[in-house]
């Protein structure tokens, strides 16, 4: 599981990031301190994206995998997530007459 790609969009047309450093607070599962980052703009908006995923999906690298889409809208000030869980489901029936 992993993003495949990031593109950004200024209404239409893409567009580049902008090549700024941002200040990235982090945390890691083995460390309750926070660790601050500077990140570019680009890697900002990857990491968010991990995050979130794992915040309302843990485990959606696993099994038969997952895909979809995040759209940050910074007009709106706003994320939205389109997920699709994909799983194999199996029922076992037994009966005894």
Known sequence: GQVESIEAYAGDAEVTFPKTQIAY?????????????????????EQLAYDL???THGGWENNDGAYGEFCFDARARS????????FTSSELYTHDF
């Open 53 to 55: 995923l794992s915040d």
């Open 25 to 45: 607070a982090a945390l890691t599962w083995d460390d309750p301190e926070v660790e601050m980052r500077a990140l570019s703009l680009e890697d900002v908006v």
């Open 79 to 86: 994320i939205h997530l389109e997920f699709n869980e994909r």
